[in-house]
């Protein structure tokens, strides 16, 4: 804040170039751009994984892959999308965003910035050299669910031990998200007057302490189960398995809001913007964010009705996960209020924007169906699950985030991107991703069970169409990829405001924004 | 002012870690309190039978048993179910052989179903409480006691006891394997 007398004063150039500079930076924006371009990267790896899976799932009978190999490939996926892609996509948009959108300089912690994204290459390497290991990857599912997980090989280990770096990475993310949004915002902006997503970024951030230790410390467990004489989730020595599933999912539950409250952050940036007015019902956004990651603390077992709770605890368990649609009924209500009779334009981050809503919704409701006990021990574990939460990750989550790279792009890069070429692969994205998982809601419900490379002759039709969509989907990202390397390189100069008036500090900068912003910090009325 | 609000979010970050390993203690206490996942009541035979039989009802207790990968014994029940008072002291034997020609310990786990049945079945002797050494070929008959609580709901007709048993090798020290060695010649020795 020193720089207040000093403004013009030239000292953004003296950092160093080439890949020395991304090694060493310790500034938010290029430290956001490094955690998307790993988000892209491993979403590409993940989705490499998956065309994998689609193609064994192609036809009846093993084909391609044996089956051992086709379950590390539905283990590894799911880990490095959710590790991998989503959340440092998230984190990505965290750095980026949150000090522009709240008047800050840069994050708090600059130094530990630099340090939460530079463990995730390592994390990753190790993640993905278990396949070089004997016995493979990991196999037991990304729940990794003992006893499975205590029986496999070093890969297994080399999973628990990236799990762990991965977990510090996001801790200290965390950490820093919460602190620079405490204590770094310009004067005047007022809790209740900062943007949704840093609202959002805030809560998830408390979420991701409160149980990425959790996790931790239930892969701790499996670890010193295996190799350290503990008993904690073995039998043989007075363990119990289904403890496990209490752990992982007191941490997974919360886990997919962490996934996906930042998502709802982006989409309450885009819609006003492109509805032409202020976001409606910005209080009951906030208590609605703070009233979901409360209800996900206290609703884990709904992923775990079959394994013989008592009847009261799956009645509890289903009520309170009924609970859970009302504040997430608000947000929708309020998205679809937003646009009501606003002056609607359809540019490829609204387009991406009302997807989601659209889609988010389903798999909302396919949640519901999952979370009502007596149906569940039906859909548990078949391919109703995974319909279900691709519709809320990847039509929530992965579109949200792509909505949100074409909003911020012309800020980040300077450039237009090309909206013919972003209204295409909107398009690709949305038809092939519905053909790849609505036929597996059907599949799921006629029985067809999960991480199983083989399937009854009556699952083929539904199982062809949905690897047709996956292959298409697979391919459409390609084309995003190019969009970007196209905007990065140039294209039509953006206006500082980019779009038709848009609230927010971000859009008070120059296009692209400068190394350094919000020296002076910016006057809020 | 960052230095503090750090320092209490890294102690936020290691008190959850803590809390994940509570929930290791606590989830037991919670499954022995209200029965969860199939675990019964352990108390003495005195107590259990305390209250009388209560003769006007029937209840079929079945017994079921399952050996887990890595150990080469044989065991079954040696009845298939019986029929009991709530109330009554009852015994069951389960017979198990070890295949192998070396001596194997094994730790037995056990599940009452349905699970509104676990808290009202009191286990007064069992094999499973300890572990368990057969020597190579050995063969033996396992006793289980039990009261079936007369508190048990009306509509519980019929309890299946389930077994597993697991090779706990690895989860015995020398010393603890030299003191069950010890206990169970002297017991055989006692019998003979």
């Known amino acids: ?525 | 002012m960052n230095r503090r609000l750090v320092l209490r979010l890294l102690a936020l970050t290691v008190v959850m870690f803590g809390f994940g390993y509570a929930l290791v203690p606590l989830y037991d206490t919670l499954c022995v309190a209200f029965g969860l996942n199939g675990k019964t009541r352990i108390t003495d035979t005195q107590t259990a039978a305390a209250d009388g039989v209560d003769e006007d009802r029937w209840i079929t207790v079945q017994f079921t048993s399952h050996t887990a990968t890595g150990l080469p014994w044989e065991f079954r029940p040696m009845m298939n179910s019986v029929r009991v008072h709530p109330g009554e002291v009852k015994d069951a034997v389960y017979f198990a052989k070890n295949n192998s020609s070396n001596p194997i310990f094994g730790r037995a786990t056990y599940s009452v179903s349905p699970s509104i049945a676990a808290v009202h079945f009191n286990k007064t002797e069992c094999f499973c409480f300890t572990n368990q050494l057969l020597e190579g070929h050995e063969a033996k008959e396992m006793p289980v006691r039990f009261v079936v609580g007369r508190d048990i709901p009306k509509d519980v007709k019929t309890i299946t006891l389930s077994y597993s048993f697991f090779n706990a090798e690895q989860y015995l020290s020398e010393e603890d394997k030299n003191k069950l060695t010890a206990s169970t010649k002297r017991n055989s020795a006692g019998e003979g």
């Not at chain 1, 689609?54 to 044996?66: M, S, T, W």
């Not at chain 1, 298409?472 to 390609?478: E, I, P």
């Open chain 1, 1 to 525: 804040m020193a720089t207040v007398a000093d403004d013009h004063h030239d000292h953004h150039d003296h950092h160093p170039t080439g890949l020395i500079r991304w090694i060493t930076t310790t500034n938010h924006k290029d430290i956001g751009t490094l955690y998307l371009l790993f988000s892209f990267a491993m979403f590409l790896v993940g989705g490499a994984m998956a065309m994998v899976i689609r193609a064994e799932l192609f036809q009846p009978g093993l084909q391609i892959v044996d089956p051992h190999f086709f379950n590390q490939m539905t283990t590894v996926h799911a880990l490095v999308m959710v590790f991998g892609a989503v959340m440092p996509g998230m984190v990505g948009f965290a750095n980026w965003m949150i000090p522009i959108m709240i008047g800050a300089p840069d994050m708090a912690l600059p130094r530990l910035n630099n340090w939460s994204f530079w463990i995730l290459p390592f994390a990753a390497t190790l993640l993905l050299s278990s396949f070089l290991t004997a016995g493979g990857g990991p196999a037991a599912g990304w729940t990794l669910y003992a006893p499975l997980t205590i029986q496999g090989g070093m890969g297994v280990d080399l999973t628990i031990f990236a799990v762990h770096m991965l977990g510090i990475s996001s801790v200290l993310g965390a950490i820093n998200v919460i602190v620079t949004i405490f204590n770094m915002r310009a004067p005047g902006m007022d809790f209740m007057k900062m943007p949704l997503f840093v609202w959002t970024w805030l809560i998830t951030a408390f979420l991701l302490i409160a149980v990425m230790p959790v996790f931790a410390g239930a892969v701790t467990m499996l670890l010193t189960d295996r190799h350290f004489g503990t008993a904690f989730f073995n039998p043989a020595g007075g363990g119990d398995p289904v403890l496990f599933q209490h752990i992982f999912w007191f941490f997974g539950h919360p886990e997919v809001y962490i996934m996906i409250l930042p998502a709802f952050g982006i989409i309450s940036a885009i819609i006003p913007t492109f509805s032409r007015k202020p976001l409606f019902g910005y209080t009951s956004m906030v208590l609605a964010v703070a009233g979901i990651a409360f209800l996900s603390f206290i609703v884990w077992a709904h992923h775990m009705f079959t394994v013989g709770m008592p009847l009261i605890g799956e009645v509890y368990f289903m009520y309170a996960t009924m609970l859970i649609a009302v504040p997430t009924g608000v947000k929708v209500f309020n998205w679809v209020a937003t646009m009501w009779r606003g002056s609607l334009t359809f540019e490829t981050p609204m387009l991406f924007a009302i997807g989601v809503v659209v889609l988010f919704t389903i798999g909302g409701l396919s949640g519901l169906m999952l979370g009502i006990t007596p149906a569940d021990f039906q859909y548990h574990d078949t391919y109703f699950v995974v319909a279900h939460f691709h519709y809320v990750l990847f039509s929530g989550s992965v579109m949200a985030m792509m909505g949100g790279v074409y909003y911020w792009l012309p800020k980040w890069t300077g450039h237009m991107y090309d909206e013919k070429l972003g209204k295409l692969h909107f398009w690709l994205t949305t038809i092939f991703f519905n053909i790849t998982f609505f036929p597996q809601h059907f599949l799921g419900l006629a029985g067809m069970p999960r991480r199983i490379p083989d399937y009854a002759l009556q699952f083929t039709e539904f199982n062809v169409i949905s690897s047709l969509g996956a292959f298409g989907l697979g391919v459409s990202q390609l084309l995003m990829a190019y969009i970007v390397y196209k905007c990065v390189k140039g294209g039509e100069k953006a206006t500082d405001e980019v779009w038709d008036n848009p609230e927010g500090l971000e859009w008070t900068l120059p296009s692209p924004a400068p190394y350094h912003t919000f020296e002076t910090p910016p006057v809020i009325k």
